[in-house]
């Protein structure tokens, strides 16, 4: 039997989205993103997720547990 690999997500299962920044206040994905995510390729997704750290950063107090998020970020890369 094959299986195949599971597509890393930085997903925190915080989904808000902030309306100003455009983006989940949980993971730092717009909508757009999120919606695409399993259509992505994995290049995609890793300039999505070299892209998050500063969006998380951006949201500041909006953003609902960074510490969190960017340890899922660091996981998904590899890091």
Known sequence: MTYSKPIKSP???ICAVDG???A???CGRTLKEIAG??????G???AVLHALPAR???L???ATAPK???AKIRDALGA
């Open 44 to 46: 995609e997704r890793d």
């Open 24 to 26: 989940c206040v949980g």
């Open 37 to 42: 995510w399993s259509r992505m390729s994995d």
């Open 60 to 62: 500041g107090p909006k």
């Open 56 to 58: 998380i950063e951006a």
């Open 20 to 22: 100003r920044a455009n």
């Open 68 to 70: 969190e998020a960017l």
């Open 11 to 13: 997903c925190l299962s």
